[in-house]
């Protein structure tokens, strides 16, 4: 399908405008509800905040327990993924570290990698296998690589969905009840009808595209990252190619004041972009 320019949500004659490349490898965009983008950088362990209003961007935490995939929940505690001990954190407001989960059935997990939360405050994670240099190990104690759920009193974990091979990007619509998870090796998007209970069915292949991390608008189209970012409408589409001057683009979210600026993050750096669409996770 070719990309249709008046289908496309990019702002008429935007173009991605560079923040800053300052880092070594820029991941897993959150916004909180002012609009502000934390964002990690993981090979230097910290979480960094892009305020919306300043453009500028400080240290949030140092020692950040190497934290992938980020989302705010809707009291504004930062969920992460963090990926030096296999775990999965919140962290308040006021910075204080809890660790939710270390693992399942008394296994460690191959390392969460990026996390969504529902209505309910359920939470949906993808748990691949990366050898990290800062592992002792040397091999996943799992010997699959699942898409788990996180109940939403956050007391029980179950897998809900697996026949991955490196599950990475996840993105849902509790409005639509879908939820999109990339598997990036084998090169698929696929996606899922999310149940009252939490659990996955219809699995469906919805693009011939991997991704790292993705995000929705409120159009209902879905961005896969990569070669830069490309978008696919609702149906499977493909209405978009945002180019990116770096060699890997990681993650994409919304955020500014009215959630209409598409955040990157990709390779050392971070872009900004002015959209017509707008994201779904805040109610602006």
């Not at 249709?4 to 702002?11: G, N």
């Not at 209003?53 to 705010?72: E, P, T």
């Not at 390392?111 to 405050?121: S, V």
């Amino acid at each position: 399908m070719s990309c249709e320019k008046h289908t496309s949500p990019v702002k008429d004659g935007a173009k991605p405008e560079l923040i800053s490349d300052e880092f070594i490898f820029t991941e897993g965009p959150a916004s909180d509800k002012e609009g502000n983008v934390y964002f990690t950088d993981q090979p230097n362990n910290q979480i960094l905040k892009w305020d919306a209003k300043s453009n500028s961007i400080s240290v949030y935490m140092k020692d950040a327990g190497r934290s992938n995939g980020m989302y705010f929940d809707d009291d504004q505690n930062l969920w992460t993924c963090a990926d030096e001990n296999f775990q999965l954190w919140k962290i308040s407001p006021d910075k204080e570290v809890s660790v939710v989960l270390d693992g399942h059935e008394n296994k460690a997990f191959n390392g969460p990698n990026d996390l969504w939360m529902d209505e309910k405050g359920g939470f949906y994670f993808t748990d691949p296998y990366y050898q990290r240099e800062y592992w002792e190990r040397k091999s996943p104690e799992m010997e699959k690589r699942k898409v788990y759920y996180l109940s939403p009193d956050h007391k029980t974990v179950t897998p809900v969905a697996e026949g991955f091979v490196l599950p990475n990007g996840i993105i849902g619509s509790s409005k639509d009840q879908v939820l999109y998870v990339s598997d990036v090796s084998k090169e698929k998007v696929y996606k899922y009808q999310i149940q009252d209970n939490g659990t996955l069915t219809d699995k469906e292949l919805f693009a011939d595209m991997g991704s790292d991390g993705m995000t929705l608008d409120n159009e209902g189209n879905l961005y896969v990252t990569g070669d830069g970012v490309v978008v696919f409408d609702k149906e499977g589409n493909k209405i978009d190619h945002i180019q990116i001057d770096k060699e890997w683009t990681g993650n994409v979210t919304f955020g500014g004041a009215n959630e209409d600026i598409l955040f990157i993050t990709a390779s050392d750096a971070v872009y900004k972009l002015p959209m017509k669409t707008h994201g779904i996770r805040w109610n602006h």
